[in-house]
């Protein structure tokens, strides 16, 4: 039987690229501090969008102190178009 969107259950549809809030699980896990280094491979080790790493990628902050300051990165970092 072949499946639509319509009988897919709603837990497995996710958004693509995921939202920020979203992209920062990928984040939970690490030991702060951390530098950005860090972050973006455990990130890429994780699976994240590519958006994501390149968003980190571009931050101009070098070192994180806790997830929060990831979040306010991400948040505060133009999409590329």
């Given at each position: 039987?072949?499946?639509?969107?319509?009988?897919?259950?709603?837990?497995?549809?996710?958004?693509?690229?995921?939202?920020?809030?979203?992209?920062?699980?990928f984040f939970q896990t690490i030991?702060?501090?951390?530098?950005?280094?860090?972050?973006?491979?455990?990130?890429?080790?994780?699976?994240?969008?590519?958006?994501?790493?390149?968003?980190?990628?571009?931050?101009?902050?070098?070192?994180?102190?806790?997830?929060?300051?990831?979040?306010?990165?991400?948040a505060t970092q133009p999409r590329?178009r």
């Amino acid at each position: 039987m072949r499946r639509t969107v319509s009988d897919t259950p709603r837990s497995a549809v996710r958004p693509y690229p995921p939202p920020r809030t979203m992209a920062t699980d990928f984040f939970q896990t690490i030991e702060y501090p951390a530098s950005k280094l860090d972050v973006i491979n455990v990130a890429v080790e994780r699976g994240a969008p590519q958006e994501l790493v390149e968003a980190l990628q571009r931050s101009r902050r070098e070192r994180f102190e806790n997830r929060r300051e990831v979040e306010v990165a991400l948040a505060t970092q133009p999409r590329e178009r």
